[in-house]
């Protein structure tokens, strides 16, 4: 789907009858090491009719399609319109620990709720419609908007443990511009975090695998051992000759 098509994906969601749309995705599942980010981007009616919008969406897409440079670059313009106040952005992460608790997939979704819950304090949205009886000639709380007015849209498929409504699509990053503004955060976020990482632990390739399982990501492990970054599920999968990355995939269908 042709970038500019996002927009007018997202516009005939809008045409339901919702406010606006919150675009949910994640960076970093099928990693090595390092914690699972998500990422939500809410998006208003008024931003897709926006002059910005009509004029910078088609740059916009999935970030596993754009270059390093053109990540950085939207991340910084994505900030700045959440600075002026024509979207919100709430960002999740998902622990090593949690990953090894509640899988990748349980993980995940926590990562997602996190997100999204970020979205509903920053935005004042309340995620339940206010009581009948408590709303009645109450206008203050009848005029409390809900979650039930936005239509949250998740990359992939269904999750279950997310908490909230929402409609699932695969390969969502290259259909709809909400989702795909999410999935720019979610990786610029979590490479960042990698490249941080880096510093602490030098030996392990992490600025430029950013936690996958490179070659030398790989060798450095068997080498040097794993640190308390690395995902102790995913390195008894590696250590038994499996590919992490391609068993996750397989699971998990991203």
Request: glycine content about 8%.
């Amino acid at each position: 789907m042709k970038s500019y098509r996002l927009r007018a994906f997202d516009r005939k969601q809008i045409r339901r009858g919702v406010s606006g749309l919150i675009g949910v995705d994640e960076a970093g599942r099928g990693a090595l090491a390092g914690p699972v980010v998500a990422a939500a981007v809410a998006a208003r009616e008024s931003f897709y009719d926006s002059e910005w919008c009509k004029r910078h969406s088609s740059s916009i897409n999935d970030s596993k399609l754009l270059s390093f440079d053109e990540r950085e670059e939207l991340y910084g313009k994505l900030r700045w319109l959440e600075r002026e106040g024509r979207l919100v952005i709430g960002v999740g992460r998902g622990s090593v620990e949690e990953i090894e608790d509640q899988n990748i997939l349980g993980a995940t979704q926590t990562a997602m709720r996190r997100a999204v819950e970020e979205i509903l304090q920053k935005a004042e949205i309340s995620p339940h419609d206010p009581d009948p009886l408590f709303a009645m000639g109450n206008p203050e709380a009848a005029a409390v908007e809900t979650l039930s007015q936005w239509l949250i849209l998740v990359d992939g498929k269904p999750m279950k443990l997310l908490g909230y409504p929402h409609e699932a699509l695969v390969k969502g990053d290259s259909k709809a511009l909400c989702i795909a503004m999410a999935s720019i955060v979610a990786k610029v976020t979590r490479d960042r975090i990698m490249m941080a990482l880096d510093c602490e632990f030098p030996h392990y390739d992490l600025a430029s695998s950013k936690g996958y399982a490179t070659a030398l990501h790989r060798s450095a492990i068997l080498e040097k051992g794993a640190t308390s970054i690395h995902r102790p599920l995913f390195l008894r999968k590696l250590l038994e000759g499996a590919s992490a990355c391609d068993e996750a995939q397989e699971e998990f269908g991203f």
